[in-house]
């Protein structure tokens, strides 16, 4: 279908449901965006280490987002949508869609001993080798265990263990849909899908005792999932019958809307979450990334991913700021005070380990650090430092991926929130010796999923000429020449802090963990 032979179908949309927020954005088919809708979703802190989400959340703020940008745009110009979402996270529901209990969410690390019972049971190396990941916690998998040792009667409810894709999926189309569904891309996030015969994995439901008919059946990119039902037109503002076609995780629908389908250009997004991945046309599994499936449909992404990224940025600035976030300038005033010390924040050195460390440590123990303490040191030193600590961080992962993969990254397309951030893209080119281009749009897996949409209603032959249609054009940052002999040393000392702070993070982990547990921590 095109918009002309479509009825004046001029418009896809892209539905991103991320970690914090649900954006529901219309694209023409140069990639310009022309409508905009966005909603918040809550994210629930529970007990120590525990993410969770209530599903109902996300279906709210959907809905939210899609009634807002439709009162910018007619619902008969839409020629289809399709849904970028956040990933390894898994809702647990009913056979009505409902869900049992709450959805764990990526962020969670609940799931910490059932990483090395299911590794014992099957080898990591097998688990490596199937799913393109090394064992960590982030991947749900992990958290099926879980619920199944500790919480049997949910785990024995479940009758489909969800990703964000296949619940929206099953809320816009219900009684028009086929049961459960969802997308390559959207599955083998979740640390079970074999991503050589891409289909859920025998010998990894076996060891789960887990039935594959309680897993959505997974589609390539592009497949027609299903239509919007009348009920869901009646609370979204779409129109009944507007076609769904399968997209799926957020960074391969970024990889996508960054036109990143070469192997020369790594997207990185600067997200709650820093996460980088260049494409590459066979598959290859390492500790120095993470495998995934390409959102073309074609070939894989290797992938690094920090999981302390804005989040981290976030979490300082509303913890040890005077008004935190509720100051419209704190991130102005930081970012010039920041500007102007000299590289390495006058000895202070962060190591960005929130939420422990997955590429290239595997360390769900790990834990960050600011190392370098002095009394001349400001708010605008350790805002520095934490920007420093995530871009050597990344330096280094594509330095070892460049290495093990045999490719060579010339550029870095960088999108997310801390995209905007002058200080942060000038960092990253000068540390990386790499041109940091900026595009046009910094709702790249909101394009990435339009992109797939416009592929399925006929606008382009494949998903890869969207790409290429619509990615639209890029600034670019050149790095800095002169900075980069003092990133290098930096770098170097770096390297080291993860293996001087390992096992004291370890001891704190295991200390904190039993406090917890005896629920005694003011003894």
């Known amino acids: 279908m095109t918009g002309q032979d479509g009825g004046g179908q001029d418009l896809v949309v892209g539905i991103d449901s991320s970690t914090q927020s649900t954006k529901a954005i219309a694209w023409d088919r140069e990639g310009r965006a022309v409508a905009e809708g966005r909603a918040p979703i809550p994210l629930a802190n529970p007990a120590l280490f525990h993410f969770e989400q209530d599903p109902e959340d996300w279906w709210a703020a959907c809905r939210t987002s899609l009634k807002d940008m439709l009162t910018q745009v007619d619902a008969a110009r839409i020629a289809g949508l399709a849904i970028s979402n956040q990933r390894e996270t898994v809702a647990f529901l009913d056979a009505e869609g409902r869900s049992v209990r709450p959805a764990i969410v990526w962020l969670d690390e609940r799931a910490r001993p059932e990483v090395a019972v299911l590794s014992d049971i099957l080898g990591a190396e097998t688990i490596h080798r199937i799913t393109g990941r090394h064992p960590d916690i982030t991947p749900c998998v992990y958290r099926y265990l879980w619920l199944k040792r500790h919480e049997p009667e949910a785990f024995e409810k479940t009758v489909c263990f969800a990703d964000v894709q296949c619940f929206l999926l099953h809320r816009l189309t219900v009684g028009s849909g086929d049961g459960f569904a969802t997308g390559w891309i959207s599955a083998d996030p979740m640390g079970l899908f074999d991503m050589e015969a891409k289909r859920w994995s025998p010998e990894i439901l076996a060891a789960l005792e887990l039935a594959e008919d309680r897993m959505p059946v997974a589609h390539a990119p592009g497949r027609l999932l299903g239509a919007v039902s009348e009920s869901a037109a009646a609370e979204t503002g779409l129109a009944a019958g507007t076609p769904i076609f399968a997209a799926g995780g957020d960074g391969q629908c970024a990889g996508l809307g960054t036109n990143c389908t070469s192997s020369e250009r790594a997207y990185i997004n600067l997200g709650t979450a820093v996460v980088s991945g260049v494409w590459s046309p066979t598959y290859a599994y390492d500790k120095a990334w993470r495998t995934e499936l390409a959102a073309q449909g074609e070939g894989y992404i290797l992938e690094n991913c920090l999981r302390s990224g804005a989040f981290l940025i976030n979490w300082f600035v509303d913890q040890f700021t005077p008004a935190g976030r509720d100051d419209p300038q704190v991130f102005e005033k930081l970012e010039a005070a920041a500007d102007e010390l000299p590289i390495g924040s006058d000895g202070l050195m962060a190591l960005p380990y929130w939420s422990g460390v997955m590429d290239p440590h595997w360390d769900s123990s790990a834990r960050g650090c600011l190392i370098g303490f002095g009394g001349s040191h400001t708010p605008a030193h350790v805002y520095r430092a934490i920007i420093e600590g995530m871009t050597l961080d990344q330096v280094m992962r594509t330095e070892q991926l460049e290495q093990a993969a045999g490719l ?53 032959p494949t998903i890869t000429a969207a790409a290429q249609a619509m990615a639209g054009e890029t600034e670019a940052v050149e790095p800095d020449a002169a900075r980069a002999p003092r990133y290098r040393e930096l770098l170097e000392i770096y390297k080291g802090l993860y293996g001087a702070t390992a096992a004291t993070s370890h001891r704190l982990v295991a200390f904190a963990s039993q406090d917890r547990n005896a629920g005694d921590g003011n003894a």
Do not use: F, N
């Open 408 to 460: 060579t990254v010339t550029e870095y397309l960088a999108i997310g929130g801390g995209a905007a951030s002058p200080l942060w893209r000038q960092m990253l080119a000068d540390a990386s010796r790499k041109t940091v281009l900026i595009s046009e749009t910094v709702e790249a897996s909101a394009l990435g999923a339009g992109m797939i949409a416009a592929t399925g209603a006929g606008w382009y």
